[in-house]
């Protein structure tokens, strides 16, 4: 044991006594932490106004009324040009008109979050219950999502809301007294009268929002600014903890065929220890300084104010097993590597790929089912699974254990081929 | 200029030979196509992500109207969690004894997989646990509170309200965020109806109030029991005509969400990586000294200016043909992906000038941390972090940062042109530009200190 320890702290001495590596084990992970999760929800200022170009082409209040229900649904949406004022600045020159042209190039250059176009004859195709389109310009992509949307949909459902009611109306007094050749309507006049009146009761009704969503998402207490840090450092420090993990750890390969070519490997055999003892040293000092990257991305998740969960000690058996899975993968794969070009690559290829495959960048939940299905190949997605579940779903030592169980399994297959194929020089 | 090109090609030839290299190759390819599979289920008309596991708790007490009860909260639940025919025959809207068509949605079981419970508690302590993913909690008025409120003067009376909760966990907010849509858009349509029946009746009895004759007939009517109003297409949504248009604003929205984020991924994960290249072929240099090849080519008879110039411009071709590779790699797994041949970077002569632009500005990131670096270890550490900063600013991992920040990497400038010239948009003047000179300063200035670090 005494000659483990020996190789171990020999190895993390020089290790540390480079500063550019404590640097890599410091500064990039924490950044990347840090930025993830102020991303994700873990801080950063609610309150920015969106700036949304309106293009109102029918100017009738029906077309207004699409406008009062945006403002209703999302209030930090501001429309241009009718909201153009000090704090809401439309970017637009004085003698500047908004065309279609314009507002869509203003989209494109980024001014504008979207462009909402009211067509002309809006109102009048609504009195007649003819389709009618709202045209919507955005470059919103899948990934960042499309709050303006959102709120279109919603203001759209109102609209739609009161002119359903206009038209459910009209049918019930047309077919009002069936046994009576008398129409209740004495003309098309009489007739859109009616419909006008129902359909502005209904907007009345509507606006009242008889019905709401309350949204309640588990640990979010609005008072409680630290909920937010749970959503956006829940995902990041687990993900990115583990993530520079395998960078750190699988870095290892670098040095055992650099140790291997300097023949410093080939010394350590020479020496009276036992071969069993240097891979162990070796693969002690590898476990140490995954252990010692997962502690350092975690502190950031404690400053954050993260909350993690009722379990600690289920946390800790899933870093260790974590760490001790990519230990072994390390020595797998130094049976396989014989420069350190290929050291370099292959570490980087696979730590570039399993993380985000395993959900360390995103939540897994978000990908398509057949991407969860081959995510499970990755360790991380065994790593994240035991993270998640003592950080979002109260879950204890038992709730980790198949996780665990599946990375220490891993670890002994890969270990065994690791050991066994092992080159000393 | 012969000694030149050969002291490049050589650069090229051992970068290429080494079978390593192809991993640096491989890597964006992967991570690129990893991203654009993970967000390319996230937009569009269908959802393509696992059905999420939904509580549905009714707790809705129903109410009575015109001797008839009903409760709007098992109407609901049976949407979620369709038990006959019946429930979808209930939405369907006849007019004259036709059908009425109504949007073509994706099944909602495609989307949600639902239990109904008992507890409101016990759901939420299922979220909680995670052994759902989303609760939906509905209350005991909520019948009693939706029905439509009808009678003479009562339009200045405050609508009575209700409130459905939807509990989600901070572990799966986007599961949270497809729930809350659904049933928004479902409730709603409860909504709709039941305001319909509000307005059209109490217009009624408004008309009625206001012309006698009008009320007569009502009365007559009501009284003869011929007046059988049928509301059922105020809850379906056959009769909604206002839709929204989502009409692209690029070519490449035209495209399918994966190839739009091979775009924009793709082609910040290409520089990236290029960023590798270049740094560690400057660091080559460290090498060739020890294995005296460096030595070698300063006794030959050439001035020492051409074995500098062959190198930076080796490392410059380098980059270049693997930023032009990668490309080529990323089109062709678009092609696969959509199953036909699809060119996705836009006008072939801005690609290419984008290309040649954007290798130097590349290749000079590497020459200023090499020069700057006092040693090949200190580089190997500091290069990294820089070329990930970079990355990360530029928007390489799958979040973009506020232009503001992103603007300081050339990553930003780069991916940003790319994107822009995919989109049929050739206004890349002020990319171009600042790509030139963000690169031709640090790629000079790089190339002087590497001189002097390499003691060429």
New interface residues.
Partial sequence: MRNILTITLNDLRVFFADMGNVAGLVVLPVVLTLILGIATGGGGDNTVRLRVDFLDLDNTPESAQVLESLRNTNASLYFCPVDDGEETNCRLEDDETLTLELAQQRVRDGISEALIVIPAGYAEKLQTFEPVAIDYYSLADAVSGDIVLTALDAAVLEVNGAIVAAQVGVQIGDNFDPESDTPIFEDDATRAEFSQKVYDRATTYLAQQPLTIQYVVNQEVVENEISAATAGFGQSVPGQGSTFVMFTVMGGLFILIRERKQATLQRLVIMPITRAEILAGKALTYFTLGMIQYMIVFIVGVFSGMDFGDAPFAIFLTMVAFVVCIAALTFALATRISTEGQANGVSLLLSMTLAPLGGAWWPIEITPPIMQTIAQISPVYWAMSGFKEVIFYQGTLTDVLVPVGVLLAAAVVLFWIGVRGFKYG | MNRIWTIAWKEIFLTYS???????L??PL??ST??G????????NTL???AIDVAIVNLDEGTTANNQTFNYGTIFTDIFIPTDSAVTDANQCV?DGVVQPTEEQQPLSEIIQAVALISADAA?AG????TY?VAIIIPPDFSQ??APVVGANI?DT???????????????????DIV??I???I??Q???G???V???L???I??SQARPG?AV??L??QA?G??Q???S??FS?A?????????P??AI?KQS?FV??LV?IGSAQALFFALFTSLFGLLSVYDERKNGTLQRMMVAPMPPSYILVGKILGNYLNVLLQVVLLMLGLTLIASLVEGRLLFIWGDLAWVSLLVVVISLSVSGVGSLIVGFARTQ??A???G??IN??FA?LGGA?????P?IVGQFSPIYWGSQAFLSLA?G?TDIGLNLLVLLVQGGVMFIVGSWLFNKRSGI
Avoid: M, W
């Fill in positions: 080494d079978r390593s290299f192809l991993l640096i491989v890597t992967v991570l990893i991203i599979f993970a967000f390319g289920g996230l937009s569009g393509n992500i696992g007019i939420r979220v909680d646990d995670g993913q509170n939706l339009d405050p609508l009575p309200k209700t409130t459905l909760e939807v509990y989600a966990s901070s572990g799966d907010a986007l599961s949270g809350r849509g049933v928004a858009g409730s709603q409860f909504v709709t039941n305001v319909a509000a307005a059209t109490n217009t009624f408004a008309e009008f007939r009502f007559a009517a003869a011929t007046f109003p049928d509301f297409c105020a949504d009769l909604n005509t206002v839709t929204i248009q989502n009409e604003l690029t929205q969400n739009q984020i924009q270890q200190q190997q550490v500091v990294p972090l990930s900063g990360i991992f799958g979040f973009t940062l232009a989109n948009n």
